[in-house]
């Protein structure tokens, strides 16, 4: 085996694994075993496994696949490894090489790969390959086009149905500055749990809810705008339940949480206190159908006790009413807030004020199409075979049909990106096959790789291009405790892993006065406020001081003010995988504002969308934030971000603007990212920013590591 140099496979490969000849009976085992060999393929770059063939019986020495892949790489590899396995036979792995600067000049490759490792001298895999790098991909160079579409979705596009953009529960009249438009028209910052009420409310047949959490007790209407319907001022479990006895089917799909029990004998809230049997018993005896989800069929304990931590994730409502002249008009809301406690707020983000009105009991035109993460072990009437599955932009590994559509959409966004890119996520880990230590974490979601390439493409032809990624400060759950500082010790890979690929090329290209976060940037949010101290005889630090993050929950990508995907879906593994969690997202443009249709920069919906989370996070609108991509807006930001940081770490209160903060690390010009000098603990909650690596294999983290299932 030859050593080869490393360079990034960055662009489609597209691949057939053929067949094989000659594999003796000594490759597995005896011959007397023959009749059983059920021989497969997997295919590695580095550490990441990005496809595999499905098993077939081979009666013969020559098994025949014939199996097309289409597969978008992010990849730093010297070779492409083809792993040929017998799973009832033996765990060994033989296997063939390509090299990786052979798939890169594009020619079409077509065979016979000798297996190293094999008895036999003429074992080979036949491989057909060609390769597109993303430079010179039409599809990726021009950007969004008004004819954009996800290549490789399930769901086809939509047009001429209705988008509206939420960015907060709800938002306050008035509350947030006005937004201009092209052709003199106003961004409408709207009031989507208010908004959800009315359309419940005016169902006529139909009311579908699907949340990881759903609370019965939670009030979606607590500042209304505008006059209630009879009935508004139930809590939602009420009103479903009003709705359900005027004859309108009323079904839940909530996820099961197999740590939590409510009956007779027992009562636990469980681990992650989604309320799910609390609600479940509530719709007990009624006309609402409420199911809960344990996303996976536990036929037997063993090989499946991990799967009881996937979840059924997605987050939508929808209801049917009355169109226009009396037409039936289907209406979703979708994204990554579910109706349960700890959701509701508004664009001030409290933390004092209202706890005893708005949050009493509850602190805690486009054309769009539909993504998801999914497999046909949730879903009825997925294909059962490889040809069937491809037909449907399906995926087929292990007997299984795999939805990855919103990861598609993610990667293609990114790769037509031509300005810059704007990311508010609850998680951000991925690409582990590059990570500086532990790259068989599993985590081999592309999408911080993409981000990172699209900024080195970006830096070669010496284009302006700016990443800004918002996060929460830490992940759910407390910041010292092993899962959390686990998740930590993951992000913290990634991040190092994106500024050290940017740096490289900095350097590479001799950029004078230049710094990766020039580039790339994470901000989390905040918030101080002053409160009467006349009951607060044991106050935590964080009370003491009048300060506490802001919990990034939101899971969505802005491109170019051209093109938004919003959904349920976090930046991680278990969200991107399609074969973990199960999620739903949705991208959406409009034709009429792109910048190829305007030939200069729109400023339509998704513009206003961005800016008005903008005017939220930053407090103010300035004209630098037309141009995102633009050094001075970065430094704007990041001088904004700074000294808010500075403002919420001290011990007399000081007021920020608005509520964006840096993310507490520090940059070096090389790409290496430390704690901020000072800052190595979170403010008043402890645990490092950096976190540890875990010392178990994180089966209930946000990564979740792949598991080796040889002989399932």
Same mark, same amino acid.
């Given at each position: 085996?030859? +050593?080869?140099?490393?360079?990034?496979?960055?662009?489609?490969?597209?691949?057939?694994?053929?067949?094989?000849?000659?594999?003796?009976?000594?490759?597995?085992?005896?011959?007397?075993?023959?009749?059983?060999?059920?021989?497969?393929?997997?295919?590695?770059?580095?550490?990441?496994?990005?496809?595999?063939?499905?098993?077939?019986?081979?009666?013969?020495?020559?098994?025949?696949?014939?199996?097309?892949?289409?597969?978008?790489?992010?990849?730093?590899?010297?070779?492409?490894?083809?792993?040929?396995?017998?799973?009832?036979?033996?765990?060994?792995?033989?296997?063939?090489?390509?090299?990786? =600067?052979?798939?890169?000049?594009?020619?079409?490759?077509?065979?016979?790969?000798?297996?190293?490792?094999?008895?036999?001298?003429?074992?080979?895999?036949?491989?057909?390959?060609?390769?597109?790098?993303?430079? /010179?991909?039409?599809?990726? $160079?021009?950007?969004?086009?008004?004819?954009?579409?996800?290549?490789?979705?399930?769901?086809?596009?939509?047009?001429?149905?209705?988008?509206?953009?939420?960015? #907060?529960?709800?938002?306050?009249?008035?509350?947030?500055?006005?937004?201009?438009? !092209?052709?003199?028209?106003?961004?409408?910052?709207?009031?989507?749990?208010?908004?959800?009420? *009315?359309?419940?409310?005016?169902?006529?047949?139909?009311?579908?809810?699907?949340?990881?959490?759903?609370?019965?007790?939670?009030?979606?209407?607590?500042?209304?705008?505008?006059?209630?319907?009879?009935?508004?001022?139930?809590?939602?479990?009420?009103?479903?339940?009003?709705?359900?006895?005027?004859?309108?089917?009323?079904?839940?799909?909530?996820?099961? !949480?197999?740590?939590?029990?409510?009956?007779?004998?027992?009562? $636990?809230?469980?681990?992650?206190?989604?309320?799910?049997?609390?609600?479940?018993?509530?719709?007990?005896?009624?006309?609402?159908?409420?199911?809960?989800?344990?996303?996976?069929?536990?036929?037997?304990?063993?090989?499946?006790?991990?799967?009881?931590?996937?979840?059924?994730?997605?987050?939508?409502?929808?209801?049917?009413?009355?169109?226009?002249? &009396?037409?039936?008009?289907?209406?979703?809301?979708?994204?990554?807030?579910?109706?349960? !406690?700890?959701?509701?707020?508004?664009?001030?983000?409290?933390?004092? #004020?209202?706890?005893?009105?708005?949050?009493?009991?509850?602190?805690?035109?486009?054309?769009?199409?539909?993504?998801?993460?999914?497999?046909?072990?949730?879903?009825?009437?997925?294909?059962?075979?490889?040809?069937?599955?491809?037909?449907? &932009?399906?995926?087929?590994?292990?007997?299984?049909?795999?939805?990855?559509?919103?990861?598609?959409?993610?990667?293609?966004?990114?790769?037509?990106?031509?300005?810059?890119?704007?990311?508010?996520?609850?998680?951000?880990?991925?690409?582990?096959?590059?990570? $500086?230590?532990?790259?068989?974490?599993?985590?081999?979601?592309?999408?911080?790789?993409?981000?990172?390439?699209?900024?080195?493409? =970006?830096?070669?032809?010496?284009?302006?291009?700016?990443?800004?990624?918002?996060?929460?400060?830490?992940?759910?759950?407390?910041?010292?405790?092993?899962?959390?500082?686990?998740?930590?010790?993951?992000?913290?890979?990634?991040?190092?892993?994106?500024?050290?690929?940017?740096?490289?090329?900095?350097?590479?290209?001799?950029?004078?006065?230049?710094?990766?976060?020039?580039?790339?940037?994470?901000?989390?949010?905040?918030?101080?406020?002053?409160? *009467?101290?006349?009951?607060?005889?044991?106050?935590?630090?964080?009370?003491?001081?009048?300060?506490?993050?802001?919990?990034?929950?939101?899971?969505?990508?802005?491109?170019?003010?051209?093109?938004?995907?919003?959904?349920?879906? +976090?930046?991680?593994?278990?969200?991107?995988?399609?074969?973990?969690?199960?999620?739903?997202?949705?991208?959406?443009?409009?034709?009429?504002?792109?910048?190829?249709?305007?030939?200069?920069?729109?400023?339509?919906?998704?513009?206003?969308?961005?800016?008005?989370?903008?005017?939220?996070?930053?407090?103010?609108?300035?004209?630098?934030?037309?141009?995102?991509? @633009?050094?001075?807006?970065?430094?704007? /930001?990041?001088?904004?971000?700074?000294?808010?940081?500075?403002?919420?770490?001290?011990?007399?209160?000081?007021?920020?603007?608005?509520?964006?903060?840096?993310?507490?690390?520090?940059?070096?010009?090389?790409?290496?990212? +430390?704690?901020?000098?000072? *800052?190595?603990?979170?403010?008043?909650?402890?645990?490092?920013?950096?976190? @540890?690596?875990?010392?178990?294999?994180?089966?209930?983290?946000?990564?979740?590591?792949?598991?080796?299932?040889?002989?399932?």
């Amino acid at each position: 085996m030859e +050593n080869n140099e490393t360079i990034y496979l960055h662009g489609d490969m597209d691949l057939v694994i053929v067949e094989a000849r000659r594999i003796t009976s000594t490759e597995f085992v005896y011959e007397d075993f023959r009749r059983l060999r059920h021989p497969y393929v997997k295919v590695y770059l580095g550490e990441a496994r990005v496809a595999q063939t499905t098993r077939v019986r081979a009666d013969s020495q020559n098994p025949m696949w014939n199996e097309h892949f289409e597969l978008p790489l992010a990849h730093p590899v010297d070779q492409v490894r083809f792993a040929l396995i017998d799973t009832y036979i033996s765990k060994k792995e033989i296997g063939a090489f390509v090299p990786a =600067k052979r798939i890169a000049i594009g020619d079409l490759i077509d065979e016979w790969f000798p297996v190293v490792g094999s008895n036999g001298t003429y074992t080979a895999i036949r491989l057909q390959i060609t390769f597109t790098p993303c430079d /010179i991909n039409p599809s990726y $160079t021009s950007g969004i086009s008004e004819d954009y579409s996800v290549k490789r979705s399930y769901f086809p596009m939509r047009h001429g149905g209705k988008l509206t953009l939420y960015q #907060d529960a709800h938002v306050i009249d008035g509350r947030l500055p006005e937004i201009g438009l !092209d052709y003199g028209r106003k961004f409408e910052q709207n009031k989507c749990w208010e908004d959800i009420c *009315h359309t419940i409310w005016e169902a006529h047949n139909l009311i579908y809810v699907i949340g990881w959490s759903i609370y019965h007790k939670v009030r979606l209407v607590r500042e209304d705008s505008k006059q209630l319907p009879n009935g508004g001022d139930l809590n939602l479990g009420e009103l479903l339940k009003y709705k359900s006895q005027q004859g309108v089917r009323v079904v839940l799909l909530i996820w099961d !949480d197999k740590t939590s029990h409510d009956n007779c004998f027992i009562k $636990t809230g469980g681990l992650m206190k989604t309320h799910d049997k609390e609600t479940r018993n509530f719709f007990k005896h009624s006309p609402v159908t409420c199911v809960l989800d344990a996303r996976y069929r536990i036929n037997n304990v063993i090989p499946q006790v991990c799967r009881i931590f996937y979840s059924q994730h997605q987050k939508c409502v929808i209801t049917d009413t009355k169109g226009h002249e &009396n037409n039936r008009k289907i209406t979703a809301f979708l994204g990554g807030l579910d109706l349960c !406690d700890g959701r509701y707020d508004t664009p001030d983000h409290h933390l004092y #004020d209202d706890l005893n009105t708005l949050f009493k009991d509850d602190y805690h035109n486009p054309i769009f199409r539909i993504f998801r993460s999914v497999d046909s072990e949730s879903v009825e009437g997925f294909p059962r075979n490889v040809l069937a599955a491809k037909e449907q &932009n399906l995926v087929f590994e292990k007997k299984c049909a795999i939805d990855r559509s919103i990861q598609m959409a993610y990667i293609q966004a990114i790769r037509c990106a031509q300005r810059f890119i704007f990311i508010e996520n609850q998680y951000f880990i991925g690409s582990s096959f590059a990570w $500086t230590s532990k790259r068989k974490a599993g985590a081999n979601n592309l999408i911080p790789m993409e981000l990172a390439l699209k900024i080195v493409s =970006k830096i070669r032809t010496k284009e302006r291009f700016s990443v800004y990624v918002v996060i929460p400060m830490w992940p759910e759950g407390e910041p010292d405790s092993d899962s959390v500082r686990a998740i930590l010790y993951w992000q913290g890979q990634t991040i190092q892993m994106m500024y050290q690929i940017i740096a490289q090329e900095l350097k590479s290209a001799n950029f004078e006065n230049a710094h990766p976060s020039d580039y790339l940037n994470f901000y989390c949010l905040g918030n101080r406020e002053e409160r *009467h101290r006349e009951e607060s005889s044991s106050d935590s630090t964080s009370e003491k001081y009048d300060r506490f993050m802001i919990y990034v929950h939101s899971k969505g990508m802005i491109v170019d003010d051209e093109y938004v995907i919003i959904g349920s879906a +976090n930046i991680n593994q278990r969200s991107m995988a399609g074969h973990r969690d199960t999620e739903i997202a949705m991208g959406a443009y409009q034709p009429h504002y792109t910048c190829t249709r305007k030939k200069e920069h729109p400023c339509g919906q998704i513009y206003g969308y961005r800016m008005s989370l903008w005017a939220e996070h930053l407090g103010c609108i300035e004209n630098c934030f037309k141009y995102p991509e @633009n050094l001075e807006c970065v430094r704007y /930001i990041n001088n904004v971000a700074e000294d808010n940081w500075k403002r919420y770490t001290t011990e007399e209160y000081n007021q920020l603007q608005g509520h964006i903060l840096k993310y507490p690390i520090e940059i070096g010009v090389d790409g290496s990212v +430390n704690p901020l000098p000072g *800052h190595e603990l979170f403010p008043d909650v402890g645990g490092l920013v950096l976190g @540890n690596p875990p010392i178990f294999p994180p089966v209930i983290t946000a990564l979740t590591i792949e598991r080796n299932e040889i002989g399932k």
